[in-house]
């Protein structure tokens, strides 16, 4: 332990690739104001931010091999570095690998790389170029902190640097906007939400008096009992951390307004990479959610909730970005649902999978916008498929993958999420129908997109946008994450009692071992027999493809369907579209509240009262003053009087006292 | 020690200074005097840092000189780990102070810089005295240069301003002046070392008392709720370096008054008002960060989020443990540090635009991206964003509060988020969005000089956020000592 400081790297590449895309933006700014273009300093920056992607990738890869080649060593560890030292609270950072952190790296990197590589072809001939990489490996560095520090404090460290780089870059386009007001709006639900999380952060320091994530992973069994209440409580203001970061109901309408921000960003930052954090988190704490099965079934209905929400949602969206990003929110309501059932793995076997098709649609949605010029209305769309066929086929791969559709990575992902919910029965059993239903929901709104966006009469003026196929720099990665989003599922196929291990499950045992541990205490985890897992995968089968197909027939010839909709059941579309009125129940019930307290507060309490009674002591003392001028005449005398009484009053009460 | 008195010397290299200033005609020869004495007196107290033994809790550099003989006061400096980096922040801000008064100052030039230089002997003594008497004469002295910064340089409401600042400080003030003669009274001596030593000979009623008396003082200068209504009049009145001034340094004093007087010499007094201190402090930070929220003119929201991030000082303060205190020493320097250059940011616009109306900006990031970079930095000092200074300072002091009541711990974490709350829209509304018709044709990106005078301060912002250890490491033996003396 402690002698592998080249981890350190891991972080400090991308921060330092952002240093200098940033200087290199100061100086393009300056190029500019004397008259030149600055392209060239632009281009520089660009690749330099991809070629530290490349570099973070192959560190990654090597501890990777290097955790694989040797079964024996669980976790590859820096040398720490004293960052806090006050009282009782002493933080020391490292940097550690273990099999979960090497999971979250590679998908991190590679994915990382692969959009940074679209990136140049996105953002190309932007004025803010350069700016963009810089955020993007600022962002990248704040990623891999969160992954990789050993203590949570470090964790909350990148957790607060990856909100920062969201609120940066979903406002990059911020002087249209509205792009700012949803980067703020982002900011300050994150805040809510990292509130919890140093609650529970302070409640963690006082049951086990350390903040490092391995050390209180190893003590939860002891405090079992004593301590179970609070760690409870813990788990759940943590996991109200995780509802903010991971856009969890009731904290995840930020997420769609963050669509404001370039496409490659959406791919990155709020479908492949930190809205995950809070899945990363949870996994990372296994055993005290384990020991809190309250709070596990809390987590069970937030998920199964936002699954629904986020499913119902993305039915009536036009714009393609805001299926994709309620979609997001709904994807991610499952790896909550596979936490709350104990089945760590699978709720990671999800993160990975969906990191992959649903980097490659937002990418492949980027790419139908970048040939529209900026059109994002999939009414306003149509036949594209005929203009843009490869990013018309990779689509299908992610939509594929996104719907189920079988032996494709997302229907085993999906699939083992909702057979272990089966399994555990009783009160999740409401939780597995939801998730079934949302299953059915998916299915539906996504072949609807494809069908919109891709087939049918083209509905947009075609004199005057002319839709192209993106160039190679965005069809390569495209092509690149369709392959992964296919093939997936090979990572963790189902047992089905046949030779094949469940690979991933496997990998990240050592992390989970505490967590089971707990979870059964001895007694065999469950493990769907046969005929079961048949039965659920087939209905997972059957389910997917009926309902991929109606989405795709019920919208291959234009809208006409939604508009049936709209006039025979007005009210339901409105709750839909407006994703169950729960932004506005906020502006009424907590915004409109706060504001009216603080304007209270501020002109009653503090200037009328408070500063009130102090402006009138000032007036009272006037008043006096000029009373007592009289007395003050000037003339020695009185003041000889008024002095020798003063002093006898002061004598009096000197004596008495 | 050392060859010469230092302490003696960088207390009063400045009022030398200001004396000089006085003599020269030329307003240019002025501001380059002020720039070269505030120069000169930080490089002085480089020695202070370099020769100081962290691992000793006992007074440093000591000189003493006997002064008043018939009274038993004697001419007495002294640092020890907890004042030694006031020094160098009043020193450090002192230089900022001239660079943002540089162009800014036009009228009576020389005796607005020659105000600033008894400022900044003020401070320094302030923080040197190891003696209740020398302690007193300078909290006095501090207050004639800023009633005269506030009035003479200030807005159009300044005369207002000034007024409120010199009646609340001085009600106060001389309350602590009775509690001073009564304490001289009762134990002979006003040194502060002897005075802690020999506590147990005042009953915790005469404590109770006492307290109550240097109370109204401190409070006033904290500013604590319900007495903070004249800092933002002050502070919105005030030329940029007044602001500074008051933001950085004056806020500290009452609070470096509970560390010195307080807590070491009334332990007793301070047993009996910790609750109600620990009360008023979390709601300081909630109820500063509510009423920061609606304000309209920039400088007003600064100054209302500095009441509520000086409750986090007293809350830290009075959990008498050791992150908890340590943590609101250090949180009084970040603190010292992100509100001056927030004030000096707001300066420097204000300069340009002549308007503190917030609704009168908007998108200044498209023109200034250079102050905005900085300004948004600060912002996120500010808000508590880690790998900043202000988190490790508030992390240390919430935790201190978690060990004394889960419930003062909330309250200031929900401070936190509310501080979030009204510095993201403060900068949305400043910074992001269109640019605002009436900025049209000024130039408002920093100049060399100006960027060169907020540079110093992202700096510390950032090395104090990433290595809190170069305070800490002073804080250490002098803390557990005095906690060693506060019964709990």
Request: aromatic residues 12%.
């Amino acid at each position: 332990m402690g002698s592998f400081n080249w981890l350190w790297l891991l972080p400090f590449l991308p921060l330092a690739g952002s240093v200098c895309a940033a200087t290199m933006h100061f100086g393009t700014l300056r190029a500019r104001k004397e008259g030149n273009t600055g392209t060239r300093l632009s281009s520089i920056a660009g690749l330099i931010a991809c070629g530290v992607m490349a570099a973070a990738l192959a560190l990654s890869l090597y501890a990777f091999i290097q955790l694989a080649g040797n079964r024996e060593v669980t976790a590859l560890e820096s040398s720490s570095w004293a960052w806090i030292d006050a009282g009782s609270f002493s933080v020391e950072l490292s940097m550690v690998v273990d099999r979960l952190s090497s999971v979250m790296l590679l998908v991190i990197t590679g994915v990382g790389f692969l959009i940074h590589i679209y990136s140049i072809g996105y953002m190309k001939g932007d004025p803010g170029y350069a700016k963009f990489f810089a955020y993007l490996n600022l962002f990248v560095f704040a990623m891999l902190m969160l992954v990789l520090s050993s203590s949570l404090l470090g964790m909350f460290v990148g957790w607060e640097g990856v909100g920062l780089c969201s609120y940066l870059l979903i406002g990059f386009w911020h002087e249209k906007g509205w792009p700012a007001e949803a980067g703020q709006k982002a900011f300050v639900f994150n805040r809510v939400g990292d509130a919890c999380f140093l609650l529970g952060s302070f409640l963690l320091i006082a049951i086990f008096d350390t903040l490092d994530l391995s050390d209180i992973a190893n003590s939860v069994q002891a405090n079992i009992g004593a301590n179970s209440r609070l760690m409870a409580l813990a788990a759940l203001l943590l996991f109200g951390g995780a509802c903010g970061k991971s856009a969890q109901f009731p904290l995840f309408t930020w997420l769609p307004d963050a669509m404001a921000g370039p496409t490659p960003v959406s791919a990155l930052i709020h479908a492949a990479t930190m809205v995950t954090a809070g899945v990363y988190l949870l996994l990372r704490l296994n055993p005290l959610y384990a020991a809190a099965p309250t709070v596990l079934f809390i987590i069970g209905c937030v998920g199964a909730l936002t699954a629904l929400i986020g499913a119902s949602t993305a039915l009536m969206q036009r714009d393609i970005k805001k299926v994709l990003a309620y979609s997001t929110v709904s994807q991610l309501g499952y790896m909550f649902l596979g936490i709350a059932t104990g089945a760590w793995s699978a709720a990671l076997f999800h993160l990975v999978t969906h990191a992959f098709f649903k980097g490659l649609l937002f990418l492949g949605s980027g790419s139908v916008i970048h040939g529209m010029r900026d059109e994002q209305d999939m009414y306003k769309m149509g036949g594209l498929r005929r203009h843009m066929p490869r990013t018309y086929i990779t689509f299908l791969a992610g939509a594929a993958a996104l719907s189920g559709i079988p032996l494709t990575s997302g229907f085993f992902s999906k699939d083992e999420i909702l057979a272990h919910t089966f399994l555990h029965g009783g009160l999740y059993w409401p939780l597995w129908i939801v998730g079934i239903f949302s299953a059915i929901l998916t299915a539906f709104y996504t072949w609807r997109m494809v069908a919109l966006t891709f087939f049918g009469d083209e509905r947009f003026d075609a004199n005057k946008i002319r839709p192209h196929e993106s160039p190679a720099t965005m069809t390569l990665p495209l092509s690149i994450l369709a392959v992964l989003a296919l093939a997936g599922g090979l990572l963790n196929l189902p047992a089905l009692h046949i030779p094949g291990e469940q690979a991933l499950r496997d990998w990240i045992s050592p992390v989970t071992a505490a967590g089971d541990a707990i979870l059964y205490a001895g007694a065999q985890a469950h493990h769907p027999s046969l005929w079961l897992e048949l039965v659920l995968l087939a209905l997972g089968s059957a389910i997917a493809l009926v309902f991929a197909h109606k989405g795709f027939h019920g919208f291959k010839n234009g809208w006409q369907h939604d508009d049936a909709m709209r006039s025979k059941r007005p009210e339901l579309v409105g709750f839909l579209e407006h994703a169950w009125m729960v932004d506005s129940t906020y502006a009424a019930k907590i915004v409109a509240p706060l504001r009216l307290a603080s304007y209270v507060i501020a002109t009653l309490v503090d200037q009328m009262l408070i500063d009130g009674m102090v402006n009138g002591a000032g007036r009272l003392a006037m008043k006096s003053g000029s009373k007592l001028r009289s007395v003050v005449d000037g003339s020695v005398m009185s003041y000889a009087l008024w002095m020798g009484a003063g002093a006898s009053i002061l004598t009096v009460v000197w004596t008495c006292f | 020690m050392t060859a010469y008195p230092i302490l003696t010397a960088a207390t009063f290299l400045p009022l030398v200074g200001a004396a000089l200033i006085l003599l020269i005609r030329s307003d240019r020869a002025a501001r380059w005097m002020a720039l070269t004495t505030t120069l000169a007196t930080l490089a002085l107290s480089i020695p202070l840092y370099l020769g100081f033994d962290k691992t000793s809790s006992a007074l440093q550099f000591v000189e003493s000189a006997e002064w008043i003989p018939s009274w038993g006061i004697a001419y007495s400096l002294g640092v020890d780990g907890i004042s030694l980096p006031f020094i160098f922040l009043a020193a450090v801000l002192s230089v900022l102070c001239i660079g943002a008064s540089w162009a800014a100052v036009r009228t009576r030039v020389r005796e607005f810089y020659a105000a600033l230089l008894v400022a900044e002997t003020a401070m320094i003594g302030l923080f040197a005295a190891s003696n209740l008497f020398l302690f007193y004469m300078f909290w006095e002295l501090m207050i004639v240069p800023l009633f005269l910064l506030i009035g003479v340089w200030g807005g159009p409401g300044r005369i207002y301003a000034a007024v409120k600042f010199l009646l609340f400080t001085l009600s106060g003030s001389v309350l602590m002046l009775v509690g001073m003669i009564a304490l001289y009274q009762s134990l002979g001596t006003l040194d502060f070392k002897a005075l802690a030593d020999a506590p147990s000979s005042l009953s915790p009623e005469q404590q109770a008392w006492l307290f109550a008396a240097f109370l109204a003082a401190f409070a006033v200068k904290v500013p604590m709720f319900p007495v903070h209504t004249w800092l933002p009049d002050a502070h919105t009145e005030a030329p940029t370096a007044g602001s500074v001034i008051l933001a950085g340094i004056l806020l500290k004093m009452g609070a470096y008054g509970f560390l010195r007087v307080s807590l070491p010499v009334l332990p007793d007094g301070a047993q009996l008002f910790l609750k109600p201190m620990l009360v008023i402090s979390a709601v300081a930070i909630v109820y500063g960060a509510y009423v920061t929220l609606v304000q309209k003119d920039v400088k007003r929201l600064i100054a209302f989020s500095s009441i509520s991030h000086m409750g986090f000082v007293t809350l830290g303060i009075f959990t008498l443990n050791r992150s908890g205190v340590e943590g609101a020493i250090l949180q009084m320097i970040n603190h010292g540090i992100i509100s001056a250059a927030l004030f000096l940011c707001v300066g420097m616009i204000y300069e340009r635009t002549h308007t503190r109306q917030i609704q009168d900006y908007g998108g200044v990031a498209k023109v200034a991206p250079i102050y905005s970079t900085l300004l948004a930095l600060f912002c996120l000092a500010a808000a508590g964003f880690p790998g900043l200074n202000s988190f490790v300072g508030e992390f240390l002091i919430v935790g201190g509060a978690f060990q004394t009541s889960g419930w003062l711990g909330a309250m200031a974490i929900w401070g936190v988020v509310l501080g979030t709350t009204y510095l993201v829209w403060l900068f949305y509304r400043m910074v992001m969005g269109e640019t605002h018709p009436g900025l049209a044709g000024l130039r408002l990106e920093l100049n060399a000089r100006e960027v060169a005078t907020l540079a110093p301060l992202a700096l510390l912002a950032l090395c104090l956020g990433l290595y809190p250890e170069c305070v800490l490491s002073y804080l250490r033996a002098p803390v557990a000592e005095l906690l060693a003396g506060v019964p709990r």
